[in-house]
């Protein structure tokens, strides 16, 4: 059984840090791109980052993100991060990790999902 699960979200103010995880299991982690989305109130998922196979280090970023936020993995612990600085109220959302074999910033091409994890950035 796959699982892909979320931790280290909270409550944080405007300007300030957060690392999220999600740690998988069921799954041949080394094989898969691992990406992050975020969902907000009443807006569509949209695409945060990405890293095509961990080991490869190649990583792609949301303009809304980039320069701030880091994904990154550890393929010993089957486990990818994601490391927010200068936080904003906008980046508010529940952060979902997600597992697929192709390279993509579509939510529609990942397989496997997390239950996600609540990120509330306070201005």
């Known amino acids: 059984q796959v699982q892909l699960v979320e931790s280290g979200g909270g409550l944080v103010q405007a300007g300030g840090s957060l690392r999220v995880s999600c740690t998988v299991s069921?799954?041949?982690?080394?094989?898969?791109?691992m990406a992050w989305f975020r969902q907000a109130p009443g807006k569509e998922r949209e695409f945060v980052a990405r890293?095509?196979?961990?080991?490869?280090?190649?990583?792609y970023y949301a303009d809304s993100v980039k320069g701030r936020f880091t994904i990154s993995g550890d393929n010993a612990k089957n486990t990818v991060y994601l490391q927010m600085n200068s936080l904003k109220a906008e980046d508010t959302a529940t952060y979902y990790c997600a597992a697929g074999r192709r390279d993509s910033a579509r939510s529609a091409n990942y397989d496997y999902w997390g239950q996600g994890t609540q990120v509330t950035v306070s201005s």
């Open positions: 890293i095509v196979l961990v080991w490869s280090g190649a990583t």
């Open positions: 069921g799954l041949t982690f080394s094989q898969y791109n």
